[in-house]
């Protein structure tokens, strides 16, 4: 009932979970069973190249839920990001165990090298792979909570908060850059072996990775679908479109935001988590602000608050990114902001917006 | 006793039941209120009958918006007291708190939620918990939709149900926000110039429906419109320089000289 519901709910969604099956399927077939000299064959690592696409499709949704439908304008959701990576990054550290270049049981090699003599708390259990999982969601999940709670009771809105997330995220990037954080400072976390035991190089680990990305990404879809569905999520554009209304017809706007916070800082968490391991590192980059500044850029190309919208622009730009930075890497910067600043002067719903406003045209006409 | 509460029929779940002993529903004493030195309200006396229509009145500045504002928890009075019915102290409350033990508000600007239907609009005012969690599972009942059609009624939007909000009349907006106050079951209504660029027969509509009102709910309406007053008002206080000036019917009001020195000038 509530999958078809949802299956049926728009256009758009039709369209994104018809794509992400037909990918889901295709993907593994062309790497796996198509023969390597085929025209049609996948390379391993365009199976990887497709499966991190899909991460940076999950962490759009992630912001567009927050930015599209309640109006808070986050410029450091990639720290809710690299936080799920570096807790699933330290579960793979812990997995090379003596195959490290130093060889210790335990501690990592960047341990061994600060001369560091044992294992420092926040390390604790992070071997476990389930609990290193419940970290993926906790971590970022307690940050966003904890300031959301600050931040959204002192009623803190628009570009003041939008600047606060930058801070934020800029002070971890700071933070994890030090040796002394205990994260690996700059060089950040690699050199990943195996997870669960599966080799990280191996073909079938990399289809189980891009698998697991596409059912994260259809379910979190299905979940953020739900909630902009049900009653709550008319009262979080309530919110959006009139902030003090909604306070007086009885409902706690902090509330409503804290939760909708922590809830896309977790979806951003679990992207990040199923990064790591398909691009094999993560360093204190990820949390650089121009990476949560990109995420908006995404959003606003494919067209906020419809959520297909942001897969699709994570999409449309990374691919652009890709191209670009290969053919001319000097380019890509200016060419990601004339795109921010063309899309916000002539399509400020984004290319979903277009499509909707020319298929209307056509319709009428 | 406890038991009777919640068998009884008044199923406004959150709301503690108030208390009318005394057929006063709001209480201000003694309220001052200071922006940067300038004195909103000074030492400002008001009192609401249960079921009453009041009309405030006064020149610009002379407090009637803050008076709105401390009422509903917007503003905290640097002293006095507010208390709604002999229970609720108001100055404890914050503003949902506020709206869910009954009081509802009319902001002078219309203000609805233009990206949802006329319907939705009025099913988000609807009494009930406004719990994250409960809203986030929360379905129309059958009563609860023809709850809200009757309200459509009242209001004059029935054949707006799902037209989006922003793009009613401004006179069809100011009713849409009537219409929300109502769902929220309130037992008093403070209603911020209701007619503002209105036109005359919208005027005489809103008068109709204020008038409907009262008597079921306790409603304040400041304004503007000495014409609107007129033809709705029993009482009317006068404010000026955020404390009381007169109070009294319409015709004593008008012939007060005190009133006549401050709306003419000296």
Known sequence: MIVRKLLLSDRGSQLFFAVLLATTV??????????????????????????KYMTY??????????????????????????????????????????????????????????????????????????????????????????????????????????????????????????????????????????????????????????????????????????????????????????????????????????????????????????????????????????????????????????????????????????????????VWLYALGALFVGVTLFLPQGIVGLITKLARNRTTS | MIGGRFLGQNRRSAAPRLDLSHNIILYLEGISVSFDGFKALNDLNLYIEAGELRCIIGPNGAGKTTMMDVITGKTRPDTGSAWFGQTVDLLSLSEPEIATAGIGRKFQKPTIFPNHTTFENLELAMAGDKAVWKVLFARISSEQADRIDSVLRTIGLSDKRNVLAGSLSHGQKQWLEIGMLLMQSPELLLVDEPVAGMTPQETERTAELLVSLSGTHSVVVVEHDMAFVRSIARTVTVLHQGSVLAEGSMDQVQNDPKVIEVYLGD
């Not at chain 1, 902090?254 to 916070?261: D, G």
Request: charged content about 10%.
């Open chain 1, 26 to 51: 295709l993907v593994p077939l062309l790497n796996a069973v198509v023969p390597d000299g085929s025209m049609l064959h996948l390379p391993n690592y365009s199976v990887a190249l497709i499966g």
């Open chain 1, 57 to 330: 499709a999950l962490m759009a949704i992630s912001v567009d839920l927050i930015w599209g439908y309640c109006g808070i304008l986050s410029l450091g959701h990639t720290a809710f990001f690299a936080l799920g990576g570096y807790a699933m990054g330290m579960y793979l550290m812990r997995q090379i165990g003596t195959r490290g270049v130093y060889g210790d049981p335990v501690l990592p090699d960047f341990m061994v090298f600060l001369n560091w003599k044992e294992l420092p708390w926040f390390w604790q259990g992070m071997d476990h792979f389930g609990f290193a999982m419940l970290m993926v969601v906790v971590a970022p999940g307690l940050l966003a909570w904890l300031f959301g709670w600050f931040a959204f009771r002192s009623r803190v809105t628009g570009v003041y908060l939008s600047i606060i997330t930058q801070a934020l995220t800029y002070a971890l990037l700071l933070a994890f850059f030090r040796n002394e954080m205990g994260f690996g400072g700059n060089n950040g976390l690699t050199d990943f072996k195996d997870l669960l035991g599966f080799d990280l190089q191996a073909q079938h680990t990399r289809i189980g990775l891009f698998l697991a990305t596409a059912i994260a990404l259809a379910l979190s879809y299905a979940a953020c679908r739900y909630i902009i569905g049900s009653r709550l999520g008319r009262v979080v554009e309530a919110v959006r479109d009139a902030e003090s209304r909604t306070r007086f017809i009885g409902y706690k706007v902090e509330n409503v935001k804290l939760w909708l916070w922590t809830f896309s800082a977790v979806i951003a968490g679990v992207a990040g988590a199923l990064y790591v391991p398909q691009v094999g590192i993560i360093n204190p980059g990820e949390f650089a602000p121009i990476n949560s500044i990109e995420v908006v850029v995404w959003v606003a190309v494919g067209g906020r608050g419809t959520l297909y919208g942001a897969a699709l622009g994570a999409l449309l730009v990374n691919y652009a990114k890709t191209y670009f930075t290969a053919a001319l890497p000097e």
